[in-house]
């Protein structure tokens, strides 16, 4: 069963400098992608150390891009890559900026949460391929290795399964969802509990 709280420890929400052309680094392997021109997670992800909610610009965000207070900003700032930035499988279609989206990987215990935080006006919203049929891949791939693919749209919870997609409606500063699946012939059952009430 995978548990988790929808506000989570600063270590495990963190967000990114956007000034400079950064690398990611993923330990072995140095990728050549840079934040460029892009600071969407500035205004997609939530940061508790600026006290900063989602999908709002962080009020050190200049115009056009870049931090203004780069130099101080808070280590979460520091450490956050989004998902595109480290992951090669994600390709072009994927960068925030076309997407209109933010990847972030969250791990809890042996379960991982890939989360798409939706800006308005993404494909995410309208459903349009590729990205939708790709999502449903990711979900039944995922499966097997308890991870799961979460959609953030406004201030709702989307999880995505591999044949349809549960809304779990708005979501509260102290909910918390369980997801727990059981294998059943070749396919999966899955249930999905907020504040320990099903929804799905
Ligand atoms: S402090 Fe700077 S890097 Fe951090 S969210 Fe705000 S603008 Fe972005
Ligand atoms: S969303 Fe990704 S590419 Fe864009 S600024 Fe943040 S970390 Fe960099």
């Known amino acids: 069963m995978t548990i988790f709280p929808l506000v989570l420890p600063p270590l495990l929400i963190t967000l990114s400098a ?8 993923t330990g072995a392997t140095t990728l050549r992608r ?5 600071s969407l997670c500035c205004k997609l992800i939530g940061f508790p150390e600026l006290k900063k909610p989602p999908r709002q610009w962080c009020f050190h965000c200049a115009k056009g891009g870049g931090c203004l207070i780069y130099a101080s900003r808070p280590q979460g700032c520091r450490q956050f890559n989004c998902g595109w930035l480290t992951t090669p499988q994600f390709g ?11 990847i972030e990987n ?3 215990g042996d379960s991982n949460i890939l989360c798409f935080h939706v800006d308005n006006g993404s494909p995410l919203i309208k ?16 499966l097997p290795y308890n991870s799961w693919i979460n959609l953030f749209i406004d201030n709702k919870l989307i999880v995505v399964l591999p044949d349809r997609e549960i809304d779990c409606g708005t979501l509260g500063e102290n909910d918390v969802f369980s997801y727990r699946r059981r294998k059943n012939g070749l396919s999966w059952e899955v249930e999905i509990l907020k504040n320990g009430q099903r929804v799905f």
């Not at 956007?18 to 680094?25: A, M, P, R, T």
């Not at 994927?94 to 933010?102: C, D």
Request: aromatic letters at 10%.
């Open 127 to 142: 459903r349009l391929e590729p990205y939708y049929g790709q999502l449903k891949q990711m979900a039944l791939n995922g």
């Open 92 to 102: 072009d279609d994927w960068h925030p900026l076309r997407l209109k989206a933010v």
């Open 18 to 25: 956007k000034l400079g052309d950064k690398v990611s680094n």
């Open 34 to 38: 840079t934040c460029g021109s892009c």
């Open 106 to 108: 969250r791990s809890f």
